[in-house]
């Protein structure tokens, strides 16, 4: 407790947080509806949050449109110098950080400084990135014409962020936004401000130390709510939303009707498949990893293991040994690689699908037990569960946000493992293990994996921040982070330049008078 309280001092946050911060000021005026935030990790209440009302967030609307004007004209390198000095305060509290995000999520301490330096890589990126944003330039079919595209400044990017990832996934689109000139609204998870809080902190100093106005990067504390006045405000052009597919269809539906841009990044249902000639001493690591890193609440988190019946008494055979060894605990503890899941709640979902999977059919090998005793009195520390199971069945196809792994047999060729691994609604991540080029291009050609992400011999958690992180179907079709994912966060403009003497048409139309 005395470290978290030192984390706490360092970071900034105090018994009672306010319920926005539009960068430096921080506010909350309802102050009627009052958070506490409880730690999965041991029960302890942390602090305690304000809930922003309508009002607030009328507020911070207005000191974002108010910066927006000020910071699409600062050149985009200049924005990118803001976005690198960013990322060194990050590299400076990385430590700190990587606790509290470990100590209010869940996820272990090791999970929690890698999420802290994909928020430094991004930055990284962004700021080479701040001077390309580039687009084409065309040849004109009109004598003494040229074109050429550019990109601008978009406007408010409201960015939605999930509890797993509970400042990664911000920072992939605060950053990019920052130099794309937008200026930025986050709600983050309610079940994880506390890190939101301490982030805003940490870019103060920068804000700060730079003169910056109010406004550039904002955050606002709230409930569903405010997220609904987020969809359906067209005062923020693009909104990122990243969670359940349930809830990217109600945020899509909403921004579509105000044809507003929605990038979402919702569930995955993702496969690995393990042919005749995998490298299993390889792929176990990647599976294990995939499967009960961050106690399997990951969207990349491997769901479903699809194995070649020829290996596939082998590979159960060395997954249970693994599995009844994990060590589960404090997700502090250097030695445990499995922390607690993030509330109650999802500890019933964990049982009722587990429950739901043997109705239909489905053999528990090991786990889905809910662990008691000395450490594990908050209730919210389990087993990670092997299940034997089709991929037919509804269990199966949904995404339990849960250590639970499938494993299907496959036989025959792979056109048959693929099959069963884009037979779900969801598309995000994918891995093959084979050591066959044959087999492992059929997987990453058209015919192959339909995921957004498509791996060879790696799992399908962990993904890099330089290429782009999304998927498709019900994952919602958005991408994050790097490649040219920046293009979404700007809004686009073909210009046409005529330095001849004459106004020719287009199309060879006449049109003489
Ligand atoms: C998420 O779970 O929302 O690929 C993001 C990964 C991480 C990001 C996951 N880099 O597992």
Avoid at 181 to 206: F, M, N, R, Y
Avoid at 315 to 335: A, F, Q, W
Avoid at 382 to 401: D, G, I, S
Wanted: aromatic share 8%.
């Amino acid at each position: 407790q005395l470290i978290v309280e030192e984390i706490k001092t360092t970071l900034g946050i105090k018994a009672t947080n306010p319920a926005f911060s539009t960068g430096l000021v921080w506010g909350g005026t309802g102050n009627v509806n009052t958070k506490t935030i409880y730690s999965p990790v041991d029960g302890q209440a942390i602090a305690a949050v304000n809930l922003a009302t309508p009002d607030d967030y009328e507020q911070v609307i207005k000191t974002a449109e108010q910066a927006f004007i000020q910071w699409r004209q600062v050149p985009a390198p200049k924005r990118g110098d803001i976005v690198r000095q960013i990322g060194n305060k990050l590299r400076q509290y990385k430590e700190p950080l990587g606790k509290l995000v470990s100590y209010e999520m869940g996820k272990i301490y090791q999970e929690g400084l890698g999420e802290v330096q994909e928020m430094i890589d991004i930055c990284d990126f962004a700021v080479g990135l701040s001077r390309q944003l580039h687009g084409f330039t065309m040849h004109s079919e009109r004598p003494g014409h040229r074109m050429y595209e550019q990109y601008h400044a978009l406007g408010i990017v409201g960015i939605i962020s999930a509890f797993n990832f509970p400042v990664a996934v911000w920072s992939w689109n605060a950053m990019l936004a920052a130099v794309c000139g937008d200026v930025c609204i986050w709600k983050p998870s309610e079940k994880t401000p506390l890190t939101a809080i301490a982030c805003q902190h940490i870019l103060k100093e920068v804000l700060v130390e730079n003169n910056l106005p109010e406004g550039i990067f904002n955050v606002i504390i709230g409930d569903a709510e405010i997220g609904a006045l987020m969809a359906a405000d067209s005062r923020i052009p693009l909104l990122s939303a990243t969670g359940s597919t349930r809830m990217g269809k109600k945020v899509g539906a909403a921004v579509g009707a105000r044809l507003g841009r929605a990038l979402l990044e919702l569930g995955g249902n993702n496969a690995i498949i393990l042919t005749e000639n995998a490298n299993l001493d390889m792929a176990l690591r990647a599976v294990v990893f995939g499967a009960v890193g961050t106690c399997g609440q990951r969207c990349t988190t491997t769901r479903r293991l699809i194995v070649h019946d020829s290996i596939y008494d082998e590979v159960k055979e060395r997954l249970l040994k693994i599995y009844s060894n994990l060590p589960i605990g404090n997700p502090l503890s250097d030695t445990v690689l499995v922390g607690p899941l993030i509330d109650k709640e999802a500890v019933e979902n964990f049982k009722k699908s587990l429950i739901a999977v043997q109705q239909e059919g489905g053999t528990l090998l090991i786990g889905g037990e809910v662990l008691t005793g000395e450490g594990y009195e908050t209730g919210t520390y389990v087993t990670p569960a092997l299940v034997e199971a089709q991929n037919t069945y509804r269990t199966v196809q949904e995404e339990t946000f849960a250590p639970i792994l499938y494993l299907i047999k496959y036989s025959g060729e792979l056109e048959n493992a693929i099959a069963l691994q884009n037979g779900v609604r969801q598309g995000l991540s994918s891995a093959i293990f084979s050591t066959n080029l044959g087999q492992t291009e059929v997987f990453l050609s058209a015919w192959g994996s339909d995921c957004g992400i498509a791996n060879v011999n790696i799992g399908t958690s962990g993904a890099e921040i330089g290429g782009a992180f999304g998927g498709e179907k019900d994952t919602g079709g958005g991408r994050e982070s790097g490649s040219d994912a920046w293009k979404v966060y700007m809004r686009r403009q073909t210009n046409t330049i005529n330095f001849s003497r004459e106004l020719p048409l287009a199309q060879g139309i006449k049109f003489d008078f």
